[in-house]
């Protein structure tokens, strides 16, 4: 069994563990394979200052700070525009989740990034019942602590209850006015420049 979630919902507590639901489990996945022409085959590698090959895995990112000097990023701290520090967002596994029911249109509006399957021994019924009836509920999804959350919405297929994480968008609402406007051409004169002498 791997960690549980703790999840609250109108005072009931549902202890969850998340299952990312793979895209390459359900629709599976190719591969392209290389080789040379002694039949060996072939890994991918990169050129570094257009000089050194270097085998895949053998580069990385790091960061630096001011004097050149590399930082542990355990030790960097997160600020806003204004240059106030903020705190980090919990992850899931640190604390209670809180649920609290959103629309659909909330739900819709989201770009959506990943989805899990929640494995629930118990009180998994009662969600059910209200996932089941309509419902949808809305909370915070951090795997591990962050300075920005996901957003999340707990959905279910009848069966099943499924996190869809993301981030939602904020679409303008112009109106359900109709402001098509038919658009009349103007009559131009057409002056025929053509010399048929030409011809």
Do not use: H
């Amino acid at each position: 069994m791997g960690r549980k979630a703790e999840f609250s919902i109108n005072g009931q507590i549902i202890m969850a563990e998340l299952n990312k639901v793979d895209r390459k489990k359900i629709y599976g996945w190719s591969t392209i394979e290389v080789f040379d022409q002694n039949g060996s085959k072939c890994k991918l590698a990169g050129l570094a200052e257009g000089q050194y090959v270097m085998p895949s895995g053998s580069s990385a990112l790091v960061s630096l700070n001011s004097k050149g000097e590399a930082v542990s990023k355990s030790t960097l701290v997160g600020v806003n525009s204004d240059g106030n520090k903020v705190e980090k967002v919990p992850s899931i596994y640190d604390q209670k989740v809180i649920l609290r029911e959103a629309s659909v249109d909330e739900y819709l509006s989201m770009a959506v990034k990943s989805v899990y399957q929640l494995q629930i021994e118990e009180n998994k019924e009662a969600l059910l019942t209200d996932l089941n009836s309509g419902k949808i509920y809305y909370f915070v999804f951090n795997y591990r602590a962050d300075y920005e959350g996901d957003d999340a919405f707990l959905i279910s297929n009848g069966n099943d209850v499924f996190a869809i994480t993301g981030m939602k968008s904020d679409f303008e609402f112009i109106g359900l006015e109709d402001n098509e406007q038919e658009l009349v051409p103007e009559e131009t004169q057409v002056e025929d420049d053509l010399d048929f002498a030409m011809f």
